[in-house]
């Protein structure tokens, strides 16, 4: 029965180091100025020589009549009460920026807190795996159900200011937000994906940073796919395919025949295609040339009006096909299927 009291004693002391000690330390973290404000940019990875926007916040201090100081480098660029947001230009490529920001509560209580800036940046650009022609000066676009690879040009410096090589940078690629781990890592600079059978946008995102981590930067773009084009050229015996011109949708024939050749623009390369002619709605079949990319058109001195017609189709890729068509005035033409040399 003596004992009693002491066991009350000791319950209470255990009680108190399970329930009083916890609130102890949160009190501590509260009061540690590190953790009574906040600071915020957008972007959160600023190219170099951009603008950034700051916001300090604080679930401790009402912000709107406390003296808030920022500072660039050191030097004071704006100072008055609720004053919780600020704008700011990022220095030059490998330059690094220091954002400060101070609070004077009212209460008295002055908090600090600093942010540093290493400006870096990074390119994307994109190739699709589909065919142009020769000396053709554009970009081959990306087809629906087609190829593309991404590569990433990073340009970050290290702190003596030496340009990091792109195959010692770390890089986290994502597709419409799925981040790609089996596609990210080290030297990982390049990305290529291939599109479904639905027609939409594809957004690819990198994020690079350097082993230290104190140089990252990020890009994003969006990859639309396009419809498959087919243009027709005149093929000169002389001077064989006039790509600097194409066929327009009417035209008139003047001399006794005309050879067309058809192109396709922006299908995958290395697929099967088929190639349909038709003459007036008629199959055109045995004008081709061998590989279908071609016909023969003759006139037999009668005036007329002939429309032909081309459609072609990927056997390898379903939804990818094109069509054109053109009005040939000519005093007639004859249909002689003849075969191109």
């Known amino acids: 029965m003596r004992s009693a009291p002491k066991q009350r004693i000791l319950y209470f002391l255990i009680f108190g180091l399970f329930f009083f000690v916890p609130f102890l330390g949160v009190s501590a973290d509260i009061i540690n100025p590190e953790n009574s404000i906040s600071l915020s940019i957008q972007p959160t990875t600023p190219e170099p020589s951009s603008q950034v926007d700051a916001i300090v916040e604080s679930y401790l201090f009402d912000l709107n009549k406390s003296k808030i100081s920022w500072t660039i480098n050191g030097s004071l660029k704006q100072t008055g009460i609720g004053k919780t947001a600020f704008s700011f230009t990022t220095g030059a490529l490998g330059k690094t920026t220091t954002l400060g920001v101070a609070v004077d509560a009212p209460d008295g209580t002055h908090v600090e807190k600093e942010l540093s800036l290493q400006s870096a940046n990074v390119d994307l650009a994109w190739q699709a795996y589909s065919y142009t022609p020769p000396f053709y000066e554009g970009k081959s676009l990306f087809p629906v159900q087609g190829t593309v690879k991404v590569v990433a040009l990073p340009d970050l410096v290290d702190g003596n200011g030496v340009p990091i090589a792109s195959d010692k940078l770390i890089y986290k690629w994502t597709q419409d937000g799925e981040i790609l ?155 002689t299927n003849a075969v191109t040399p």
């Open 181 to 335: 781990g089996d596609n990210s890592g080290y030297g990982q600079n390049n990305y290529a994906f291939s599109g479904d059978i639905f027609s939409r946008p594809v957004t690819i995102k990198v994020e690079v940073s350097s082993l230290s981590g104190n140089q990252t930067a990020e890009k994003t773009i969006v990859i639309s796919p396009t419809t498959p084009q087919t243009v027709l050229y005149e093929d000169d015996p002389l001077f064989g395919i006039k790509y600097e011109r194409s066929l327009p949708a009417s035209f008139s024939l003047t001399n006794p025949e005309i050879k067309i050749n058809a192109v396709p623009y922006f299908f995958n390369i290395n697929n099967s295609l088929t190639y349909s002619w038709d003459m007036n709605g008629n199959p055109f079949t045995d004008g081709q040339s061998a590989d279908g990319k071609s016909v023969i058109l003759r006139q037999n001195g009668q005036t007329g009006t002939a429309l032909i017609s081309l459609s072609i189709k990927n056997n390898d890729s379903f939804l990818q096909s094109a069509g054109v068509e053109s009005s040939i005035l000519l005093p007639t033409i004859t249909p």
